[in-house]
């Protein structure tokens, strides 16, 4: 412990370094994984037809081994943050999609019917029964996709991108073990944070009707 602490305090530059990049690249990604899968869930849960077909894309994409992904894009992007970010993107969609598509068809139909009996709108029947409802299905693929992020950030030093992935890899060359927990253990506390966070905002943003 005693050189995991040595280790620690003669490498703290490079450590809040990598731990201010690898939380602008797990943010970054999420926003725009959201932004993305949000509108996509809600338009294939009115189009159930093609709704396997995008959760089917999402899910093939997921399945290519990170590395290789990463190792994919950079003739295409070059290396870098932008290379980095399209990854991490790509491996956020999947839990955030489904998780919607999800919440939103399972609401059950005697609620949705009863909402339309009342002379609502198809949008007024989404907005005001259907999302409410679904936000805990929502919000559970957010914080999947957000620990995942966080975690396959780690390669983004393998794209010039850094993160604390260049502690780890930095640790590893050097057989140094205490530079590599250096790494690690601030990648899951980071996983953590946002998970925690995440958790509040679930609470604040849940209807108290479905709390109860």
């Known amino acids: 412990m005693h050189v995991f602490w040595d280790t620690v305090l003669s490498r703290q530059d490079l450590i809040i370094e990598g731990f201010i990049e690898h939380l602008y690249l797990s943010f970054i990604a999420i926003i725009i994984a ?14 159930q037809k093609v709704a396997e077909i995008y959760i089917g894309i999402t899910a093939v994409l997921q399945t290519i081994p990170s590395l290789a992904l990463f190792g994919f894009l950079v003739p295409i992007l070059g290396i870098g943050a932008k290379t980095a970010l399209v990854a991490l993107v790509i491996y956020a969609l999947l839990p955030i999609l489904r998780n919607t598509y999800t919440g939103i068809t399972e609401v059950d139909e005697g609620i949705i019917e ?7 709108t198809k949008r007024q029947v989404l907005w005001k029964i259907q999302l409410p409802l679904s936000l805990p299905f929502m919000m559970a693929g957010i914080r999947t996709a957000t620990v995942l992020t966080v975690g396959v950030a780690t390669l983004a030093t393998f794209v010039g991108a850094g993160g604390l992935g260049d502690v780890i890899w930095r640790g590893l060359q050097s057989w140094n073990n205490s530079l590599v927990l250096a790494g690690a253990i601030p990648v899951a506390l980071l996983a953590l944070l946002f998970d925690f966070v995440l958790k509040i905002l679930e609470k604040k943003v849940t209807p108290k009707g479905i709390k109860s």
Do not use: D
């Not at 949000?38 to 009115?46: A, C, E, K, M, N």
């Not at 009863?114 to 609502?120: D, L, N, S, T, Y």
């Open 34 to 47: 959201v932004a993305i899968s949000l509108p996509l869930g809600i338009y294939i849960s009115r189009k």
């Open 114 to 120: 009863a909402g339309e009996g009342m002379g609502m």
